[in-house]
């Protein structure tokens, strides 16, 4: 851990997410780290887009920043990096820092060598689901050939976790000296607002619910196989929430009602970050049917440590990233495997065994606030920052 030193904390941040943040379903890591990194210090600028309308967060006191982009089907990410590279050209000094993924790296070419900003590379996910011409070019673009020759741009690097790290190093002859880590997070006080569970009453309907982007990629569609395996004298108690939006939200509701699930498996679309607590409230056991899966397995899943936070059972499939988390905790129903019939023999499970689960969500919810706070992920973070200004003489002695 680095010591704070007040000296070289202070400074500002732009922080560039090309994508539309407006119906983002990941909005907490920018939210709350930026939260964590004003505190320490930082004057924090989020630089993103939009697809229905520029949203601001009461209660959060980062800046956001929304730029128009074309929305052309594999235009959308470069024109947006073209106009967020133009704003910050006449406003960038030499200090600031710039955090970018690696389909950045491009515009972090320029300003590190005309503006003198500190670039910071910032790690979360691997390219997944590379199918198709336009999806093969777009990887080359903003994947490949920037850690082939960009990789000299940034001063700093951070990930998500090591496992990633190391296959990044593997995949591209690369050795990481600087870099620090840092994981999903939860704000536990945001979740603890969800009320308990309603005690079940003979005949009560009992709900499992998923949150997150919806894609078959994530196991979704295993999920609601599972519900039509459930036992029958069970099944018509059961009842599927899943919030969220994606690409397979058509083709898996043909797949509910080719199973003649529609009235058990209910789909709530978008809901936006600070009516999350309230929206998950209604289920009684929370779901991740991650697959075994290169890039889950490197990832750190933040829905996770959000249902664990929420005081609610959890059902996991045994890949890395969740036996990581939560592989000792009693609140949670390993799934022998990510296949339907795993997910349905663990969906009863959950059910026949509600109370037990339910005695031990408070032990998981300390679990997740002491391990995985985004307090403390972001002040890993900004000592980390605030060390490599110091470094490179960017600092305000410098």
């Keep these: 851990m680095f010591e704070k030193n007040e000296e070289f904390m202070k400074g500002r941040i732009f922080w560039v997410e090309l994508n539309r943040f407006d119906t983002k379903a990941d909005k907490s890591t920018w939210l709350e780290m930026g ?21 601001q967060f009461p209660g959060y006191s980062m800046t956001i920043r929304y730029f128009p982009a074309l929305s052309v089907s594999g235009l959308f990410r470069y024109t947006l990096q073209m ?13 600031d820092i710039v955090i970018i993924r690696p ?30 011409l336009k999806l093969r070019v777009d990887n080359v673009l903003s994947w ?8 000299w741009v940034p001063h700093s690097h951070s990930f998500i976790t090591e496992p990633l790290m190391r296959a990044i ?46 894609s078959r990629n994530r196991g979704i569609g295993s999920f609601i196989q599972a519900l039509s395996l459930v036992r029958a004298g069970l099944r018509k108690r059961l009842q599927i929430v899943i919030i969220g939006y994606g690409p397979e939200v058509i083709s898996l509701k ?39 899966r290169l890039e889950w397995n490197v990832s750190s899943p933040l829905k996770v440590l959000e249902y664990l936070a929420s005081c609610r059972p959890v059902i996991l499939t045994p890949i890395p990233a969740h036996l990581d988390i939560a592989r000792d905790l009693a609140s949670v129903v390993w799934a022998d495997g990510e296949g339907a019939e795993d997910l349905a023999r663990a969906m009863e499970v959950a059910f ?6 339910l005695a031990a ?38």
């Design 83 to 95: 106009r967020i590279l133009g704003w910050l050209w006449f406003r960038v000094k030499r200090g």
């Design 254 to 292: 043909l797949m509910v009602a080719s199973l003649g699930l529609e009235g058990q498996v209910h789909f709530s679309g978008f809901v936006p970050y600070p009516e999350i607590p309230a929206a998950i409230a209604v289920g009684d056991c929370f779901i991740c049917p991650l697959p075994d």
């Design 144 to 151: 490949i050939v920037p850690w082939r020759l960009l990789r």
């Design 169 to 214: 190093e593997k995949d591209f002859s690369i050795r990481f000296e600087e870099y620090t880590l840092w994981s999903s997070g939860v704000n536990v006080d945001f979740f603890a607002a969800i009320p308990p569970p309603v005690a079940k009453g003979e005949g009560d309907p009992f709900t499992f619910l998923y949150h997150g982007s919806i």
């Design 103 to 132: 389909h950045a790296l491009w515009s972090g070419a320029f300003l590190r060598l005309f503006r003198s900003a500190l670039i910071h590379l910032d790690v979360r996910t691997m390219p997944v689901e590379v199918r198709g």
């Design 352 to 357: 026949d065994t509600y109370n037990e689960l």
């Design 361 to 398: 969500t408070s032990f998981s919810r300390q679990m997740v606030a002491e391990r995985f706070s985004w307090s403390s992920q972001g002040i890993g973070l900004a000592r980390y920052l605030g060390q490599q200004r110091h470094q490179l003489g960017m600092d305000a002695r410098g």
């Design 35 to 55: 939260e964590v990194l004003q505190r320490e210090g930082f004057q924090v600028t989020l630089l993103t887009s939009y697809q229905e309308e520029p949203r």
